[in-house]
């Protein structure tokens, strides 16, 4: 890995950065029965539905498109609920995407060819500013333009935050007309604020070394292995503070040495605690890991090998970086941290 925990791309000198519903189940009726019926058994105890977070505000990304095209023009690219992959880091693809709904808040995105846009909107944004201030580091406000045709804005007020970047080669950088923009969108999401409730989850705060061990993962693949900590990357922003503080989620880096600039990552482990909505936008193809409801493999956007599993209402991503015998085993791997996420770790013979 060569990026750190920087909100955006320092290339670009900018900052990084529906839902669905559902329906009670209906009581059943009562049913008569004679004494001698027999007793009813115990009915199987079923999944619990598989929803999206509420967001804390009355907006969502079609209110975020008609902004954004009205500033930047049209993208030609679908809009995406995720955050999005141009310039970021190569620990966004998969769970991280959608961590800003995790938060509470909407996250939305279009990568065209040529016009590209990205806006977040948090809510406690005190607290998410505070924890990024404690560790040393700022939130720059403000709207800032380069190049004659790429934007970023971040603006706080009244506990919320809005965040975006906006890039358009046809369009001429206009730092009031983003500001007004986004301005506006704040201002949607000041009036319509409201409490949303927070989906629990088992495994928001599970430690790396519970899912797997330096050691057993050296045992696998026979070289030296570290468990890196996120925070030496360096920098610490706004994506940073949301994933890792206020969602309480891991990125665990396996690497051959403690200097990850200058060593080789085997596997990382990301997550979104219950994140089985997330898992299921995202595509791949249908794999089999024992333990898992479901789990999927694909690409992601940087040639890793990604694979993907839903456990409950969670979503875990076990991304491989080695290729030829001495790789990971992504299936054997994950199959051995869903029993040490479920079921613990077998007792010692």
């Known amino acids: 890995m060569r990026r750190g925990l920087v909100t955006w791309a320092a290339a670009a000198a900018i900052l990084a950065l529906g839902l669905t519903g ?25 999944e619990e539905p598989i929803v999206a977070p509420e967001a804390a505000f009355d907006l969502d990304c079609d209110d975020v498109a008609t902004a954004m095209s009205g500033l930047v023009g049209e993208t030609r690219a679908p809009v995406a609920p995720r955050l999005s992959d141009v310039s970021s880091p190569n620990w966004y693809p998969g769970p991280a995407q959608f961590m800003m709904q995790r938060a509470s808040g909407v996250a939305c995105s279009s990568e065209g060819a040529e016009v590209q846009w990205e806006v977040v909107v948090l809510p406690d944004a005190d607290s998410i500013v505070d924890g990024i201030t404690d560790r040393g580091y700022e939130v720059s406000t403000g709207t ?3 190049d004659a045709y790429s934007c970023a804005t971040t603006i706080v007020r009244d506990d919320v935050l809005v965040t975006a970047r906006a890039a358009s080669p046809s369009t001429t950088a206009d730092g009031s007309r983003m500001q007004e923009a986004i301005e506006g969108l704040l201002s949607a999401a000041v009036e319509s604020r409201r409490d949303v409730p927070y989906i629990a989850s088992d495994l928001a705060g599970v430690a790396c070394e519970r ?5 057993e993962l050296q045992e696998q693949l026979d070289a030296p292995v570290v468990l890196v900590d996120p925070a030496s990357l360096g920098g610490w922003g706004i994506p940073a503070e949301v994933y890792f503080a206020r969602n309480d ?11 990850i600039y200058g060593s080789t990552t085997h596997l990382t482990i990301t997550m979104l605690p219950a994140g089985a909505w997330a898992f299921e936008e995202m595509g791949g193809e249908p794999a089999v890991v024992a333990g898992a409801d479901e789990a999927k493999t694909s690409t992601d956007v940087h040639g890793n090998a990604a694979l993907d599993i839903r456990v409950g209402l969670d979503w875990l991503r076990v991304t491989t ?15 051995m941290i869903v029993e040490h996420f479920t079921l613990g770790r077998p007792a010692p013979q």
């Open 144 to 146: 800032r333009c380069q």
């Open 211 to 215: 899912l797997l061990t330096p050691e």
């Open 22 to 46: 559902c329906t009670a189940t209906p009581e059943p009726r009562p049913t008569k029965t004679s004494a001698a019926s027999s007793p009813t058994p115990t009915p199987t105890p079923t």
């Open 321 to 335: 970086y080695e290729a030829g015998e001495s790789a990971a085993d992504a299936v054997a791997l994950a199959e």
């Open 249 to 259: 989620s891991r990125m665990c880096m396996y690497s051959t040495g403690a200097d």
